[in-house]
T-cell receptor, first 110, second 115 residues
Framework: TQLLEQSPQFLSIQEGENLTVYCNSS?????LQWYRQEPGEGPVLLVT?????EVKKLKRLTFQFGDARKDSSLHITAAQPGDTGLYLC??????????FGDGTTLTVKP | DTAVSQTPKYLVTQMGNDKSIKCEQN?????MYWYKQDSKKFLKIMFS???????INETVPNRFSPKSPDKAHLNLHINSLELGDSAVYFC??????????????FGPGTRLLVL
């Protein structure tokens, strides 16, 4: 079983601060995705990274896939209350089967 | 237009009862999934179907039986409900289920509470 551990589990910060969330595994993944889930809703895909070392930016969010394709990070610059939610990473194997991480709950206070 | 819909959104029932959750997707996808999200927000896959065929069946009690009448629908029937079944159940779909870059589209979830 491929396990994905996210850290921190909980993060509460003030609006305007920067933060980084990590997703780590001992397994190699063919791709890694980040989802955000808002209260009462299902997860929504933010990004997919495929190549080791790949960096993708989505406005204030920067995603990086580790060189060995075992880990990933999500960095948010100048966090806003609208960024509040549960962030989930998901690693896919060669067959496309995804395993989700245990999640990071982010609260951004105005 | 809702891409992936689930009914009901809330389900409160007594231990021992049998209940069903329905899921429909209008995206034309070939693959559908059921996930269970526990109180700690851990999202764990239960089943996946591709064109009405069972592809993934994780370690799930046989009280849980998925049924896919067609590729746009994947229902989940649960027999003899137990307290530990209380969770949020998410349905999802993706284009083929085999591509490593595929997006999974999730429904809004069904909040099941077993008393």
């Amino acid at each position: 079983t491929q396990l994905l551990e996210q850290s921190p589990q909980f993060l509460s910060i003030q609006e305007g601060e920067n933060l980084t969330v990590y997703c780590n595994s001992s397994s190699v993944f063919s791709s890694l995705q980040w989802y955000r889930q808002e209260p009462g809703e299902g997860p929504v895909l933010l990004v997919t990274v495929v190549t080791g070392g790949e960096v993708k930016k989505l406005k204030r969010l920067t995603f990086q896939f580790g060189d060995a394709r075992k880990d990933s990070s999500l960095h948010i610059t100048a966090a806003q209350p609208g960024d509040t939610g549960l962030y989930l990473c998901a690693g896919a194997n060669n067959a496309g089967k995804s395993t989700f991480g245990d999640g990071t709950t982010l609260t951004v206070k105005p | 237009d809702t891409a992936v819909s689930q009914t009901p959104k809330y389900l409160v029932t007594q231990m021992g009862n049998d209940k069903s959750i329905k899921c429909e997707q209008n995206l034309g996808h070939d693959t559908m999934y059921w996930y269970k999200q526990d109180s700690k927000k851990f999202l764990k896959i239960m089943f996946s179907y591709n064109n009405k065929e069972l592809i993934i069946n994780e370690t799930v009690p046989n009280r849980f039986s998925p049924k896919s009448p067609d590729k746009a629908h994947l229902n989940l029937h649960i027999n003899s409900l137990e307290l530990g079944d209380s969770a949020v159940y998410f349905c999802a779909s993706s284009h083929s289920g085999t591509a490593i870059q595929e997006t999974q589209y999730f429904g809004p979830g069904t909040r099941l509470l077993v008393l």
